[in-house]
């Protein structure tokens, strides 16, 4: 069983960064793909960023140049810096792992024996 947990998230103005983490505990951990998604009120998740076994990137175009995922296979903990944050990036944010057969960053694609963890919230107002 995979166990995530998400830290980082907070409040910060219009054009400020953040850096989210998620700590897992698996032992498997370098064999699977992981993801950022974020889930806005009143919205269906969505991507978001993946990260493969081989350390291959994926971005959706909403987030793509200013969010960086990234993985630290020997501390089992997954990253996202975000920069240059708009008030439509408010948002719960989770992290996500699964097996890496289709490792895109769709919430759709982590249908194989994928583990969520329960959020970090983000918020973006000045």
């Known amino acids: 069983r995979v166990e995530l947990q998400e830290s980082g998230g907070g409040s910060v103005q219009p054009g400020g960064s953040l850096r989210l983490a998620c700590a897992a505990s698996?032992?498997?951990?370098?064999?699977?793909?992981l993801g950022w998604f974020r889930q806005a009120p009143g919205k269906e998740r969505e991507g978001g960023a993946t990260?493969?076994?081989?350390?291959?990137?994926k971005y959706t175009d909403s987030v793509k140049g200013l969010f960086t995922i990234s993985r630290d296979n020997a501390a089992n903990t997954l990253y996202l810096q975000m920069n240059n944050l708009k008030p439509e990036d408010t948002a719960m944010y989770y992290c996500?792992?699964?097996?890496?057969?289709?490792?895109?960053?769709?919430?759709?694609?982590?249908?194989?024996?994928?583990?969520w963890g329960h959020g970090t919230q983000v918020t973006v107002s000045s």
């Open positions: 996500a792992a699964d097996r890496p057969f289709h490792c895109t960053p769709n919430p759709a694609s982590f249908v194989y024996d994928p583990h």
């Open positions: 698996a032992f498997d951990y370098r064999s699977l793909c």
């Open positions: 990260i493969d076994t081989d350390g291959s990137q």
